[in-house]
């Protein structure tokens, strides 16, 4: 993978030959493309970010480049560079846009992989948050049991909650399945 995202940065790095911006942005993605993903949109909370512009059609007007930091816009790569130097360990996250075919072909498979880790992150949160509250479910329904074997008078009571608990962990059980069924698929 570290391959393929050199090889499209130095296609980039060809491509976009008159922007002394890519350029430099090219030299500092260079220095460790493993740190970089091509995504169709941020990732919530993403530190480093950057898009570019990359079009051979001059009248698509718009910014060659606009980078961010902690979601900060950042309007020069210099600048962009010197914010980033305490997140060297941080992933750069990279929006494109162009009309390159070449280029589109070669970065979707990323933007792809990246798509597909990012569902798989948000079903198994999901996943985990569906289990916390199966957890506290089945807390609630085994203290409403023991009630019921301590105060036989609110026994009658207690059953139509019981019965409602019951009904909610299997709609969680049944969610709980569905999600892992589609972790498995992806």
Known sequence: MVADQQKILAYIGRVAHQSPVIQMVVGYLMA?????????????????AM???LH??????G???QGYVRGVPVPDPLTWIQAAAPFRTSGV????????????????PMILREQAAESRAHLAERMRSVRQELDRALDLYNEMRHIMEVDRERQAH???FLAMAQTQMQGMGQELKMLKDNLDES
């Open 32 to 48: 460790d493309p493993g740190r970089l993903s091509f995504v169709r949109q941020w990732p919530e909370g993403q530190t480093l």
């Open 51 to 53: 898009a570019m512009s």
């Open 56 to 61: 051979r059609r001059l009248e698509l007007a």
């Open 63 to 65: 910014p060659v480049w």
């Open 93 to 108: 996250a990279v929006r494109l846009s162009t009309d390159d075919a070449w280029l589109m072909e070669a970065v979707q």
């Open 158 to 160: 207690l059953e139509k």
